[in-house]
């Protein structure tokens, strides 16, 4: 039994202007190939931030990805607060 993660269902967000990336299937695993990150360590709790998206950086076709892992340990509850009015 090999449930393997899929790293093409992880949440990319784009840290330049804030809009989370679809790219075309296949592209996560060939960035996180390309940026040595084992895909075994990773978890549907980790998300990736890539340094620009095709959106803000329209001909770029690379981006410096990084993977955020997020807690979700019961004190970690330092999210920003938000301004709701
Ligand atoms: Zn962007």
């Known amino acids: 039994m090999t449930t393997q993660f899929d790293p093409e269902l992880l949440y990319v967000e784009c840290s ?14 060939k960035l996180l190939r390309m940026a ?9 709790r980790c998300v990736i931030m890539s340094e620009g998206c095709p959106a803000c950086q329209p001909g770029e076709t690379s981006f410096t990805t990084q993977v955020i892992r997020l807690n979700r340990e019961k004190d970690d509850r330092t999210t920003q607060p938000a301004a709701a009015n």
């Open 16 to 29: 330049r202007c804030g809009q989370p990336i679809l790219w075309g299937h296949g592209m996560t695993s």
């Open 36 to 44: 040595g990150i084992d895909m075994a360590t990773l978890d549907e």
